[in-house]
């Protein structure tokens, strides 16, 4: 619960996404820098830093796909449903005659 008298969202000095001006001032600092840090991550990852070694692998060849496999399972009335619908597969026309589905 919020307590009495302190405020829900809005405006709060210092939130909010910073401005372009503010973006270009920041880039034009770091790009100063951007050969030591570079070369500090490198040797980062030389020394075996496992999550300097992902950032590197990740950038040079890409992040791997990630695979789901997906399952569904419904039966009504004890029938499975998955054993009389086979899209693209004749016999499950048999299947609906044998259920008396149609």
Known sequence: MA???KPKGGYRPGSGRKSK???LKLAEKLEDASDEIIAMMKQMAMNGDKDMIKLYMGYMYGNPKVKTENE???SVSGIE???ILRFGDEDSEDL???FDLN
């Open 21 to 23: 001006s503010e973006e």
């Open 96 to 98: 609906f005659d044998e």
């Open 81 to 83: 449903l998955k054993d």
């Open 3 to 5: 307590q009495a008298g």
């Open 72 to 74: 569904t399972s419904m």
